[in-house]
């Protein structure tokens, strides 16, 4: 029969436009999230975090937004450019101190 | 600076052979590292997390005799697929808390390819 495999969502953005990536998470009692960039073959890299108690974080060029309300964060990529293209995915801190990555977006910057 | 070093970074073997794959903590000390598996356009998914001096916690689904994880001193962990298959065939990648006890660090992955 036919198999159903999960697809990465996709992002295509201009060199220079700003990029928003989202990310929902499952767990209402997670306390700590972070996002993740992952190239090709490539193991993730730390990009910024955030914990519960805040609701926005700012880094160099990132923005972590977090809405707990509907469990839902978002990565905001100012001036995008080529070298931002990749997988991009958010991971979040369960109570036992395990992380749970989300679905991932797959960024595409075009120049 | 704190590094998770992963190796080997690619391994082809013939099905039913076993397989081990080495993650380090460089410059700091791991109580705990967690192995994730991920399969091409798919996100990661966590297997199991390895406890220095104690058994393995599997994730749901994770047959524990099929990749067997040890977490020998502060320093090392491995993760052994034994009796590799062709659906075995994906990218293993370890991870630590680092030194400050909360970010992963992410070791660079091994791709395994079961012929």
């Known amino acids: 029969g036919e198999s159903v495999g999960l697809h990465l969502p996709t992002l295509s953005v201009q060199e220079g436009d700003n990029s928003i990536i989202n990310c929902a998470y499952s767990?209402?009692?997670?306390?700590?999230f972070i996002w993740y960039k992952q190239e090709s073959g490539k193991g993730p890299q730390f990009i910024i975090d955030?914990?519960?108690?805040?609701d926005k974080r700012q880094g160099q060029r990132v923005t972590v937004l977090l809405n707990k309300t509907v469990k839902h964060l978002s990565l905001q990529i100012a001036a995008t450019q080529p070298g931002d293209s990749a997988v991009y995915f958010c991971a979040e801190r369960a109570t036992g101190n395990q992380f749970y990555f989300g679905t991932g977006t797959s960024l595409t910057v075009i120049p | 600076g704190a590094v998770v070093s992963q190796h080997p970074s690619r391994v082809i073997c013939k099905s039913g052979t076993s397989v081990k794959i080495e993650c380090r903590s460089l410059d700091f000390q791991a109580t705990t590292m967690f192995w994730y598996r991920q399969f091409p356009k798919q996100s990661l998914m966590l297997m199991a997390t390895?406890?220095?001096?104690?058994?393995?916690?599997?994730e749901q689904g994770v047959e524990k005799d099929k990749f067997l994880i040890n977490h020998a001193s502060l320093t090392l962990s491995t993760l052994t697929v034994t009796s590799a298959h062709p659906e075995d065939s994906s990218f293993y990648i370890c991870?630590?808390?680092?030194?400050?006890?909360?970010?992963?660090?992410f070791g660079s992955g091994t791709q395994l390819s079961v012929l």
């Open positions: 767990n209402s009692a997670s306390d700590y």
């Open positions: 390895s406890n220095e001096g104690s058994k393995a916690t599997y």
């Open positions: 955030i914990r519960s108690n805040m």
């Open positions: 991870s630590g808390p680092g030194p400050t006890n909360e970010k992963l660090l």
